[in-house]
């Protein structure tokens, strides 16, 4: 990242701030759009929507699609904003770096909706591919935020659920505890130039309603992780989420997941969405598709072998 | 690894443990190097005593280096055991992977030589290195266990001393909080095949003589780790010192430090020292090249664009 890079981005947070300044929660869906597709998506992508069994959501559609292959996509935002069309540049990101059709579903957001809805879609649309002939060798997951602790839930509900597990995850700026009690949501507060306690408390409380913070559903640092399949947790050292993905990390190690945790010096939430003008943006997507690649490959290896 | 390659293992942990079952030091340190030296080294690398400024020590050197590249490795055995010789497969294993030269110092052990005995003379072999031409550029460190927190104390005294970092390190199953006071001294330890808490402890006396078992310099979870350079940071799931791990991942990612933490699944302490027969043994030590070599290549590249 050079120098410039980094201030120009601190002079747009601002204007991303400002434009969710607002109680009405429309319109706070409408600036969070704006401010994500500021950027236009990778070339060489399409974009489908799509009715995944009552759940409406876009698929986004590479050029060139290797094996089969398809990552479902789960949104930050809060669980109160995001949308496919938000994700529509991060999910052409990632489609056309993995050779994979990227699948965002619009889970239902809080408040309209609180926990457990988004968790019952995202495993609504899991199961729905997987009847539609999705095979789970074939099937990654990712998430940033509220989607990164979503992509965890959807993963544990799947295991209880007695369903077959995808082939791995990778989550961005994890918000897994709902509870706000990371060690960083105070030590960074100073650093994050995006988030606060307080929003983060907010949001939480839309979300859960009447649900405990410590519900493992909403915060998967409370969650048994065992049996996952390897996740790929990345977070920036600028983050009050900070702790958020260590805790996860050594949660899910213990547990017997296998886990790499990347920490990225002076990244700020999700800031894989500034890939187009941020290097570390798009290094930190190239180590996403790496990561997911080799997972792929081993798969496809291993049924080669047994089949 | 196959569920043979891992009880195949577990029957070796016992006669290991056996042969360093004797309360005669030079008996413990020629148990341990025969364990560690029963897999022949990696073929066409060549060994060269060598005597760094005093320090002895013992090259490795591949068939082919790439870049004049260095990896100054510092050997695990609780500060007590363990040697140049010990290490000899080790050594060879990363030499042959990176296409660097692997340098282990004999740094004087305890409890002849306590704290900072060992600390002082890795600085002095890093200097040594400094001081006969090896550019900072070309020079990663690596080490295991006791090695992997002396590697963190190193570069810790190195930068306080105003000297040029290393471009990046490797460090394996640290032991790196010789309080013993990480979560998984007690949660691990019923799946722990090879290392107790009182082993521990036992080995930390001997080291620390009159220091405090929180000394940076011996513990480094509790060290500034600020300005450190790049680190690969991986741990076994089955092992005591897992936190160890977590807790430097997290306090170095905190400090600014770009981090990856791997935590493998099942794996023991220094699995890797079981690469000729256990198939993540090999794969973790392909990471760990690979890892290196990703910074050896930046940095030849950064060269190349000032030069």
């Given at each position: 990242?050079?120098?410039?890079?980094?201030?120009?981005?601190?002079?747009?947070?601002?204007?991303?701030?400002?434009?969710?300044?607002?109680?009405?929660?429309?319109?706070?869906?409408?600036?969070?759009?704006?401010?994500?597709?500021?950027?236009?998506?990778?070339?060489?992508?399409?974009?489908?929507?799509?009715?995944?069994?009552?759940?409406?959501?876009?698929?986004?559609?590479?050029?060139?699609?290797?094996?089969?292959?398809?990552?479902?996509?789960?949104?930050?935002?809060?669980?109160?904003?995001?949308?496919?069309?938000?994700?529509?540049?991060?999910?052409?990101?990632?489609?056309?770096?993995?050779?994979?059709?990227?699948?965002?579903?619009?889970?239902?957001?809080?408040?309209?909706?609180?926990?457990?809805?988004?968790?019952?879609?995202?495993?609504?649309?899991?199961?729905?591919?997987?009847?539609?002939?999705?095979?789970?060798?074939?099937?990654?997951?990712?998430?940033?935020?509220?989607?990164?602790?979503?992509?965890?839930?959807?993963?544990?509900?799947?295991?209880?659920?007695?369903?077959?597990?995808?082939?791995?995850?990778?989550?961005?700026?994890a918000w897994a505890d709902l509870e706000a009690s990371s060690d960083s949501i105070t030590s960074k507060a100073?650093?994050d130039?995006?988030l606060?306690g307080?929003?983060l408390?907010?949001?939480?409380?839309?979300?859960?309603?009447?649900?405990?913070p410590?519900?493992?559903?909403?915060s998967?640092v409370?969650?048994?992780?065992?049996?996952?399949?390897?996740?790929?947790?990345?977070v920036?050292?600028?983050e009050i989420l900070l702790d958020d993905s260590t805790r996860l990390?050594a949660?899910?190690?213990?547990?017997?997941?296998?886990?790499?945790?990347?920490?990225?010096?002076?990244?700020?939430?999700?800031?894989?969405?500034?890939?187009?003008?941020?290097?570390?943006?798009?290094?930190?997507?190239?180590?996403?598709?790496?990561?997911?690649?080799?997972?792929?490959?081993?798969?496809?290896?291993?049924?080669?072998?047994?089949?």
């Amino acid at each position: 990242m050079s120098k410039a890079q980094l201030e120009q981005l601190r002079s747009r947070f601002a204007e991303g701030r400002s434009a969710l300044d607002t109680p009405d929660i429309n319109q706070m869906r409408q600036g969070f759009e704006e401010m994500l597709t500021q950027f236009p998506p990778a070339p060489g992508v399409t974009f489908e929507q799509a009715d995944l069994g009552g759940i409406p959501g876009r698929w986004c559609i590479p050029s060139q699609v290797a094996d089969a292959r398809v990552l479902l996509y789960l949104h930050g935002g809060g669980y109160m904003v995001g949308s496919s069309i938000a994700y529509g540049p991060m999910a052409s990101q990632l489609a056309s770096r993995l050779k994979a059709r990227v699948l965002v579903p619009d889970y239902r957001l809080a408040p309209e909706n609180p926990y457990p809805a988004a968790l019952e879609d995202a495993v609504r649309v899991y199961r729905w591919l997987l009847d539609n002939g999705v095979s789970p060798r074939s099937l990654t997951l990712a998430g940033d935020s509220c989607g990164g602790g979503l992509t965890l839930a959807t993963m544990v509900a799947v295991r209880d659920a007695g369903l077959p597990l995808p082939t791995g995850a990778a989550i961005m700026s994890a918000w897994a505890d709902l509870e706000a009690s990371s060690d960083s949501i105070t030590s960074k507060a100073g650093e994050d130039p995006l988030l606060n306690g307080e929003d983060l408390r907010g949001m939480a409380g839309a979300y859960l309603g009447s649900a405990s913070p410590r519900t493992p559903g909403a915060s998967p640092v409370y969650a048994n992780l065992a049996g996952l399949p390897p996740l790929l947790i990345q977070v920036g050292s600028a983050e009050i989420l900070l702790d958020d993905s260590t805790r996860l990390a050594a949660r899910a190690g213990a547990a017997g997941v296998k886990v790499r945790l990347e920490i990225w010096p002076e990244m700020f939430h999700v800031w894989h969405t500034y890939a187009p003008v941020l290097d570390e943006g798009a290094e930190a997507l190239d180590d996403i598709a790496a990561f997911l690649d080799a997972l792929y490959a081993r798969e496809k290896e291993s049924k080669t072998v047994t089949a």
